[in-house]
């Protein structure tokens, strides 16, 4: 047999079957608690990415690792717009920028919060602050609508969907427990 062929052969039988592995179907749990809520496909891929998902024995749990990767998508934001401030800029979008890196901030700092609230129960202020975290996003770009010759910048717009997608899931889940 030719050696080419016998590449093929063994590509296909061992290689191939391994780069059309997909994610693994959704746990019940996983499906159950997603099911409630506004963006199932996201929650169910965010979920299942996350090997913290597997231990998860209620919908507390789940909720914790949402919010947890909302946290983490904030605080990213926030550097990124403060990096944004770095370069020459004018002044108004310098302060907006600023602004904008402050508000992603306070949207971290706000969904650290909830988590807090999630360990004591308390899913009334878990639910108040996952709000809140998700309304900062979109103060940014009124600040940019207030300025018409400031573009908003299209990274921006999609991590501030991004991120009221998250928060949204997190209040869908959060009504569930409390």
Avoid: W
């Amino acid at each position: 047999m030719a050696p080419i062929s016998s590449f093929i052969i063994f590509f296909f039988f061992f290689f191939f079957p391994l780069l059309t592995l997909s994610l693994p179907a959704a746990s019940p749990l996983i499906q159950k608690t997603c099911n409630t809520t506004t963006y199932y496909n996201l929650c169910v891929t965010t979920l299942q990415s996350d090997s913290r998902s597997l231990k998860a024995d209620d919908e507390k749990a789940l909720l914790t690792i949402i919010i947890n990767t909302a946290i983490s998508d904030a605080m990213n934001m926030s550097s990124y717009v403060s990096s944004l401030t770095q370069k020459k800029t004018e002044a108004t979008l310098g302060s907006v920028l600023r602004a904008c890196a402050g508000m992603y901030g306070n949207a971290g700092e706000a969904l650290r919060s909830a988590v807090d609230a999630l360990g004591d129960e308390n899913y009334d202020y878990a639910y108040v602050h996952v709000s809140a975290a998700r309304d900062y996003p979109s103060t940014c770009s009124r600040l940019f609508r207030m300025y018409p010759r400031l573009k908003y910048p299209t990274k921006m717009a999609r991590r501030e969907e991004g991120l009221e997608q998250f928060c949204t899931i997190a209040l869908d889940i959060v009504s569930l427990l409390g």
